[in-house]
């Protein structure tokens, strides 16, 4: 019934149909969100900050608060300076935060507003401090408006002051609360002194207390973002949502950057234990070691159930890139890697890790979910990986479905829970798993019903 | 534990200019509530922007295409957001953008817009036949002439190309929904139609169905439907929807202009009807079957009501007694919407003591100040902070609102239940009433709630 989508691909070149991407100030809100006590503001219309706050509340079911200048027919033509000004001077009031966090629109970006201008002239008290980063609608998508607003914190807030702190500045990009808290595991077991930035575990994973604060107890503390002017470097997981962030401490401070792929894979996993390793000094602990051995062992004893297996995966470019490495580690096919943000590095590092493990797969940035149909069509997969949207297509062409990306607003518990590290790898072994076997039990004769597989 | 004592916010914190959006209705006369202005500047609303407003209520016209004329987020927010069902096409849970880019912005956007109308009449088959097209802030700003392409488009393609300038910034929510009605009005055109005997329902969406069972009661009195508006509407039935001899409107709000209009251009009087509690709906059935001849048709009417009520009734009543003399927090979009709901919750014994709109008149705070139980407060524009701040001093036992309340009420330990969108059952007619009171009654006697205001260190 849901199913409208043509086998026979014509051209497009104007009109999308089912984005596989939002717009930049969803990005720079969800980042913003992961800094304590800051509230993130739009500088734009007001159903703007609806529309983030409500796709966020969907797919954390958590509060996202977030303040907006809340533009007139007056504001579009005269500027938003007066608009922005009451607001700031509103929001210090009304909700007391201890930062701002602005970005624009593709409205305020439009008319032109000068928001550094705007800020300098704006009431700000003691000790308060106001951040903002360009976030265009009509450029990029949500993963550059989240890099972004992560590197705009660094830009205003992050200094030198020659005292080597010895810690990592680790930016995990645009992932769960249930992949920061790995990192953060992963960071501890190894010993590493760290800042992470955005941090939104105790934001949108907040317990429930009975004890609602527009602030959770959460987020990256404001002094160590100006602190991480004296790590000992930065690590960006996700070059997409998290590159910007190192090359701007990088050019503030001359930290060192080190820009490596989500760590989603047996692979890029080693890789980034072996950077922290050689970085700190610290030996990889016992700990790490023997999830690791039990990664491998899962994958031995299940390797039958992935091998040969067809994948269409779609979502952000990062978590794409990860996904990929993965699936080929597992001998699967990732036969369409399609992300909505545009990107021209996208496709080349997809085919490039595709090439190298001699699979022949299909990459494509910019892209829509309508182009992902047609092609499923076409050259039909055994399996798709992706947010909500998915779902459409996995009814219509009565594939199994694994659930992950953002957002993700028809299950729950999905963002306590890791794709990150050994342990997320653990839990998609899971997911895929028990999806094609569900599926192949789904379909089989009584006869054919096996009780050990 | 009862619920904390340390609050972030206190009175003196509530903004001045916010203060006369709140009253308190006391036993005697309460004063007016300041409405219908713009949100301040920094305040976190609930509110959304003309172009939602607009979508919301052309949405569920299943076979039209609605393209958003725009940059990538207006379309990813509002694709098959909201519960509409369909019987017909499932069209329109696809979502369309133009994808708007920065060098579109540039030298504008109507190359772009009239190759993406080409491009879908080019992907199926058969051809839509009604193409809404949503310009968004940015095209507001840099005037593309949507309405030029459009009448281009219509005569190439012979189709139906609706305009819609819905850019944010040109008003509020209302703005939108009267540019819809607007829309609507050019689809149904201007030529005379012949008179035939029979309603269009105005103003239901058809969330969880709720549309079919209402046709279906006015099946049984004897009525005929014309046209549904827009709840599971198509575009050949809408056109005929000048023919009908009564609009009969659900959600005034949205429907305002539409349903003057039609009264104006057509001459079909509207009748404001509520299917929501055992009041209202016999109000409203024994209103439409006397609106289209009395005598027979209000016996009918009347032995329906008695019916759905003997049916209904003991279900409700077992209900009701877990529910009686609980308190409730009522935040939603439309005043309509919460005056139906108060009404309701009363019917259910449970006390409204906390009541906000984003968008309502001051006719409507009026109905809902006489409609509220004494020291209810009443808010206009709710925002997070004040539906903390009286959630903490009412305690109310239940939380009616839209998925913005939700993550709030819940996290404050306060059972919630959804009447917008993020629902899949009907909520309205004699059947919802059912599916709503269960609702109450499974959130507020789940067992998550003894531990949701507790710490295991108190």
Redesign the interface.
Known sequence: MLDHTPKEIKERKAVVINPAKTCQPLGATYAALGIHRCLPHSHGSQGCQMYFRGHLNRHFREPAEASTSSFTEGASVFGGMANLKTAINNVFHIYDPDMIAIHTTCLSETIGDDLPTIIRSSEKPEGKYIIHANTPSYVGSHILGFANMTAAAIRYLSAKTGAPNGKILLVPGFVNPGDMREIKRIMKAMGVDYTMLPDTTGVMDAPLTGNYHIFPDGGTRIEDIIDAGNCLATVALGQFASGAAARELENRCGVAPHIMDTPMSIDVMDDFLMLLSRLTGREIPAELEEERGQIIDIMADLHQHYFGKRVALFGDPDIMIGLTGFLLELGMIPAFVLTGSPSNDFEKRVNALLAKAGVAGRAKAAGDLFALHQWIKNEPVDLLIGNTYGKYIARAEDIPFVRVGFPIMDRGVHSYQPVVGYRGLMRLLELMGNALLERQERDAKDEDIELIM | ME??A?S??DVR???EERKSHIMIKDSGCGGGIRCEK???????????????GARVVLNPITDAVH?VH??????????DLRGSLTSG???F??????????K??IFGGEK??A??????V????PTPRLVFVYA???V???GDDIEAVCRKKEAQHGIRVIPVKS???????PMGYKLACAALLELMGDAPREKRPGVNILGDYNHGGEIWIIEGYLRKIGVEVVARVTGDASCERLMQAPSATLNIVECSGSMAYLSQQMEKRFGIPALKVRFIGFNDIKTSLVQIAERLGGGALVEKALALVAAEEAHVGPIIAEYRARLVGKTAAVCVGGAYKAIAMIRLLKEFGVRPVLIGTQHGSAEDYAIIRDFSVDGAVIINDTS??EI?KYVREYKPDLFVGN??E???A????VPFVDFNH?RKYPLTTYEGMINFIKELDVTSNSPVWKW????LTE
Do not use: H
């Open positions: 619920g904390p340390e972030l916010f914190d509530i903004l713009e949100t301040i500047a920094g305040s976190i609303s609930q509110r959304a922007c003309v172009y939602c393209l725009g940059p990538i987020g207006c379309a990813s927010y509002t694709w096409s499932s069209l849970r696809n979502s369309f953008s133009t994808d708007l880019r920065e579109d912005v772009k817009l190759a993406a109308i080409d491009e879908i080019a992907q199926y088959t968004t802030c940015v507001g700003v840099i850019s944010g910034f040109v008003g509020a929510k997070p902070s903390e998925v913005k939700r993550t709030l819940l996290k404050m330990g993020d949701a205001r507790t710490e």
